[in-house]
């Protein structure tokens, strides 16, 4: 390249560096577009919750750990505690032992509703939709599907307690999966900022009405 500058006069060589710059800087750009690039389109009824900063006063918190650990019975035992409310947002929502918990919270009286991802409207090894077994509890299902993952894994129990963290509502998160589960007790203003999420993503999503 220094010989082929050195043949050139001025203006070639600034020619010269000006289109190798381009070509430089224009091919990573190029790189970095994949084909089918997620595009986020949504239309919500509830404008998106304000960051919230909160003390938590008087709050109790149990943490637990997969694998090996007892976040499922954890979480089993909070939807068995509860007494008017629990709202659930779930990606790939496959434990049924939780789905049946929340069903006889359901059955007793609780107001139960579950947001889902919409993965969760298909089928899987050969079992129904886990949207389509949550509903026949007579539990009303929500289907987040304009995002590309709705992956909370988030319980609102009595307006006041919150289970979180990285597990999902399954088998795998209990049994084979590094995990965490955060579940945070009497501490209601915590709960409001989680319900203003869900209420906002209950207002983008669509009741699931079976397939």
């Known amino acids: 390249m220094g010989m082929r500058l050195q043949c050139m006069g001025l203006a070639g060589r600034a020619l010269f560096l000006a289109a190798l710059t381009a070509l430089s800087v224009g091919a990573p750009a190029q790189a970095r577009e994949p084909s089918g690039h997620f595009v986020l389109q949504e239309s919500c009824g509830l404008p998106h919750p304000s960051q919230t ?122 049994y084979d999966n590094a995990e965490n589960l955060l579940y945070i007790r009497n501490a209601p203003a915590l709960a409001r900022a989680y319900l203003a999420n869900w209420n906002w993503r209950r207002s983008c999503a669509q009741p699931y009405r079976g397939s």
Do not use: C
């Open 53 to 174: 900063a909160i003390i938590l006063t008087g709050a109790r918190a149990a943490v637990d750990f997969s694998p090996g650990g007892e976040g499922e019975a954890l979480v089993l035992k909070a939807i068995g505690a509860a007494r008017t409310s629990i709202r659930v947002q779930a990606h790939s929502f496959s434990d049924r032992r939780i789905q049946r918990a929340l069903g006889a919270a359901r059955a007793r009286g609780v107001d139960v509703e579950v947001i889902l991802d919409k993965t969760d409207t298909e089928s899987f090894e050969q079992h129904k939709p886990v949207a389509a077994v949550i509903a026949a509890a007579g539990i009303p299902v929500w289907i987040d599907g304009s995002v590309r993952i709705a992956h909370n894994k988030v319980m609102i129990i009595d307006s006041a307690d919150v289970i979180t963290g990285s597990y999902n509502f399954t088998y795998a998160a209990a």
